[in-house]
């Protein structure tokens, strides 16, 4: 059973940073790829950041420049270092692993953004 467990959301106020991690386990495959999403009550759910295998990144054109995804392939965890964060960032983030062509999905951690 693939579990997916985040860490590292909270309150933080504008222009503060926060970093976001996920741990991947229960799985004897590497995840082609990681990624984070976000959702707000009155979005759908949309990529903030993801990374393949082999490294390449992309990003949201609302965080570029701000936000950095990064992983670590030999303990199957990702993380999301978010800078110069925003009251628009507030959302509940999601880890997602693709493995073996199938979606995974943590049970979401909360970030707000705000004085």
């Known amino acids: 059973q693939v579990r997916l467990v985040e860490s590292g959301g909270g309150l933080v106020q504008p222009g503060g940073s926060l970093g976001l991690s996920c741990a991947v386990s229960g799985s004897i495959y590497s995840p082609t790829a990681m990624g984070w999403y976000r959702q707000t009550p009155n979005k759908d759910r949309e990529l903030v950041a993801r990374i393949t295998l082999r490294g390449p990144t992309n990003y949201a054109d609302s965080v570029k420049g701000r936000f950095t995804i990064s992983r670590d392939n030999a303990r199957n965890a990702v993380f999301l270092q978010m800078n110069s964060l925003r009251p628009e960032d507030t959302a509940l983030y999601y880890c997602?692993?693709?493995?073996?062509?199938?979606?995974?999905w943590g049970q979401g951690t909360q970030v707000t953004v705000s004085y």
């Open positions: 997602n692993v693709i493995i073996r062509s199938n979606d995974y």
